[in-house]
Every structure is written in C-alpha cells, then in structure tokens.
C-alpha cells in the first residue's frame, strides 16, 4: 500500500522559496503520476502541479513559471521548488497519486488524487 507524507513547508517572507517534498513508503513511487495541491484558507483544494512516471509536467496558470516539479525516484520522493512565492501561496499542500491523467497533444491533465498524505503548512508573509 503506498503511502505519502509531505514536508518542507514553513514561514517565507513574499519573494522567498521553499522546496516541499512528497516522500513515499509502503512501496515505490515510479510507477505513479504524483500531484501537488494547495488549500488556502477558506478555500477549495485545487491542483497546483503534476508530474507522470516518464516526467512530463504540468502547471496551474498561477505558479506557471515560478514553481518546478521534479522527482526522484531512487529516493523514492517527488519535490515542488516553490520561486517567487506570494502571499496568495499561503495555505496547505498536499501530495497524491493522480487517478486518472491524460496527455494529448503534448498537454498534460491529472486528476483527482489517492493515497493523500497529511499536508504541509506554508505561510507567505512579511
């Protein structure tokens, strides 16, 4: 049974950067298309960034250009290096694996997740 826990998150002032990370256990990782969510305070968990077994990436319109998604599968963990943060980007991440992806036309969409792990707390503020 696969399981995930995130960690990294913490206090940044707007501009900074943290790097979160989506450790697994339970089994490998490889096989699995990973995505990142964000739940603001008050707010709908939304998907933030995705990424498939061979490693093609997709991004939310709003951290496009500014996070990265990566992973590493001999440390049997997926990263999301968070750039230029905003204080828009406080809330909770979560990682899961995708339920269902689909690539057409080199566009990559993931959805719904499973195996959640428990969140990590990210706050932006001076």
């Known amino acids: 049974q696969l399981q995930l826990e995130e960690s990294g998150g913490g206090l940044v002032q707007p501009g900074g950067s943290l790097k979160l990370s989506c450790g697994a256990s339970g089994m490998p990782m490889g096989s699995y298309a990973i995505n990142w969510f964000h739940e603001a305070p008050g707010k709908e968990r939304e998907g933030v960034a995705c990424?498939?077994?061979?490693?093609?990436?997709s991004y939310a319109t709003n951290v496009k250009g500014r996070f990265t998604i990566s992973r590493d599968n001999a440390k049997n963990t997926v990263y999301l290096q968070m750039n230029n943060l905003k204080p828009e980007d406080t809330g909770t991440y979560y990682c899961?694996?995708?339920?269902?992806?689909?690539?057409?036309?080199?566009?990559?969409?993931?959805?719904?997740?499973?195996?959640w792990g428990q969140g990590t707390q990210v706050t932006v503020s001076s």
């Open positions: 899961a694996a995708a339920q269902t992806i689909k690539s057409l036309g080199g566009i990559l969409t993931c959805y719904g997740g499973h195996h």
């Open positions: 990424i498939t077994d061979g490693g093609q990436t």
